[in-house]
């Protein structure tokens, strides 16, 4: 069992560019959740999904979009990479009682 | 609005004392969970404990614990016999069980160093 497994761990975009974050879980939750963490800051919640076919944005959603069109699969894509949305993103699944986070990608935009 | 407040950006510990993280959270939600993670510095999320508001219980998994004073609003983290490993980010968080079941919200963290 892999978990939650993200994808790239580490990426630097140019100002403009566009990019997906891939996230896979292995673990059969309906649950799952795009996460962004800035510099000395707590987590903050950019959308999330409640089953396949089914998103719904969070705390920051705007600059991203998601789908989710298998339970296992849910691609944060950036449309117009802005030096804001550097940062760390998170990949997240689970239930009510505890959340299973990815590793993270390290996103850097110059 | 929901918020989670840490009001410790930096704590300093003994190695082999004990130390309590504070969290102090506000809702208005009957039910709804607190958590607490770890962050070292490799960067994951490593998740500790639970605790929900229906139960009449402080949660405890292993070293931590977490004292739940519902009325006081406050879900402080309790570490025992801390050791070097324990040196990190803390977070505390917590979700509702409303229309956004298990969306997380997050404090602002607490970094923890233990002193050999």
């Known amino acids: 069992n892999a978990g939650v497994t993200q994808t790239p761990k580490f990426r630097i975009l140019k100002i403009g560019q566009s990019m997906t974050l891939q996230c896979t879980q292995d673990?059969?939750?309906?649950?799952m959740y795009w996460y962004r963490q800035d510099p000395g800051m707590g987590l903050k919640l950019i959308y999330y999904s409640v089953g396949a076919g089914i998103t719904d944005k969070g705390e920051v959603p705007n600059g991203y979009n998601v789908s989710r069109s298998t339970t296992e699969d849910f691609p944060l894509r950036l449309e117009l990479a802005a030096p804001s949305q550097t940062s760390v993103y998170f990949c997240?699944?689970?239930?009510?009682?505890?959340?299973?986070f990815g590793q993270g990608t390290r996103l850097t935009v110059v | 609005a929901q918020k989670i407040t840490q009001t410790q950006p930096g704590m300093f510990v003994q190695e082999k004392e004990a130390v309590t993280l504070d969290c102090t959270y506000d809702?208005?939600?009957?039910?709804?969970?607190l958590f607490w993670y770890k962050q070292p510095s490799s960067g994951e999320m490593i998740f500790l404990i639970y605790?929900?508001?229906?139960?009449?219980q402080n949660a405890t998994e292993g070293r931590y614990s977490l004292n739940f004073q519902k009325a006081r609003k406050s879900a402080n983290l309790v570490i025992s016999a801390s050791q070097l490993g324990d040196s990190a980010m803390y977070f505390c968080?917590?979700?509702?069980?409303?229309?956004?079941?298990?969306?997380?919200?997050f404090g602002k963290g607490t970094k923890l160093s233990v002193k050999p």
């Open positions: 809702t208005s939600d009957q039910s709804y969970g």
């Open positions: 605790q929900g508001s229906y139960d009449e």
């Open positions: 673990m059969n939750h309906n649950y």
């Open positions: 997240a699944t689970g239930r009510n009682t505890e959340a299973f």
């Open positions: 968080a917590m979700s509702n069980y409303g229309g956004s079941q298990g969306n997380l919200i």
